[in-house]
């Protein structure tokens, strides 16, 4: 079984506080992990990743944090601003698929951020 | 700009009919996605080429559709006599693999309506 789950669809947060999006995967193989931010009407835009043999990577005001035992990780956005709102996709490569590198996707979370 | 590129962005077409979507990759990636994303989930995978080859389809890619790289620089997809099941969002990705890791740059999709 290979998925990358997102299980909450949504969460909103104040302005100027941390905003953290969860992700799990079932499969231990997954080595790399991807975030996309999504616009409405605009394809997904590339944020942050991460390797298996890290467990956070930081890029501003995104740190993705991993944890390999618990099969999770999380972006986090510190701080938050009202132009984070959008849907955040976690991703991961099918593990098997290094030929392919075909992605597979959570459902995503709608964060919306208030000023 | 350099990024990815697609057209139509929005196209609505009667049931039935035939539409075939361009993509436009990042000049240097030899690597090439379609994906396919629906309300309320994320992109699903449905086929990849590299350079001009096709290495992979999904088995979501029924044989109403098919796609094409021929100079291993823009891609199409067509699909053939379409159904209402057919409407989505359907998204193009391109990327250059270094090493291990492998980062896909999302173009804005082409939204399709089968009235």
């Known amino acids: 079984d290979q998925q990358v789950k997102q299980n909450s669809p949504s969460l909103s947060v104040q302005e100027g506080r941390i905003s953290i999006l969860n992700c799990d995967y079932t499969?231990?193989?997954?080595?790399?992990f991807l975030w996309y931010k999504k616009y409405p009407a605009e394809g997904p835009t590339f944020l942050i990743s991460i390797s298996s043999i890290k467990d956070k990577n930081e890029d501003g005001r995104f740190t993705v944090f991993l944890n390999k035992s618990a099969k999770h990780l999380s972006l986090h956005i510190v701080p938050s601003q009202p132009g984070d709102s959008a849907v955040y996709f976690c991703a991961a490569p099918v593990p098997g698929s290094s030929n392919t590198g075909k992605l597979i996707f959570g459902q995503g979370t709608t964060l919306q951020v208030k000023p | 700009d350099t990024g990815v590129s697609q057209n139509p962005r929005h196209k609505i077409t009667k049931r039935g009919q035939n539409v075939t979507f361009r993509c436009d990759p990042i000049?240097?990636?030899?690597?090439l996605y379609w994906y396919r994303q629906t309300l309320g989930q994320g992109p699903e995978f449905l086929t990849y080429f590299q350079n001009e080859a096709q290495l992979e389809k999904s088995r979501l890619l029924s044989d109403r559709f098919s796609a094409e790289r021929p100079k291993g620089s823009f891609s199409t997809l067509e699909i053939q006599r379409t159904e209402q099941g057919d409407s989505a969002m359907y998204l193009c990705?391109?990327?250059?693999?270094?090493?291990?890791?492998?980062?896909?740059?999302f173009g804005p999709g082409t939204r399709l309506l089968v009235l």
């Open positions: 499969n231990s193989m997954f080595d790399y």
């Open positions: 000049s240097e990636h030899n690597r």
């Open positions: 990705a391109s990327s250059l693999r270094q090493g291990m890791s492998e980062t896909q740059y």
